[in-house]
């Protein structure tokens, strides 16, 4: 039983995880290169 609950309970992570990732490449992809040049540059500049 407990290795059961601790399998669901990293299954669970695992997968809030890969959503996030998801989640903010695809709204890295839709905002495009209007947010993220501006960025990438300032962190070119202080690099």
């Known amino acids: ?4 609950k601790r399998f669901k309970r990293d299954f669970q992570r695992a997968a ?3 959503c996030v990732g998801f989640c903010g490449y695809g709204v890295m992809r839709k905002l495009g290169s209007s947010v ?7 962190y070119v500049l202080q690099g």
Do not use: A, E, T
Request: aromatic share 8%; net charge positive.
């Open 1 to 4: 039983m407990k290795h059961n």
């Open 16 to 18: 809030f995880l890969l």
């Open 36 to 42: 993220v040049s501006p960025l990438s540059g300032r």
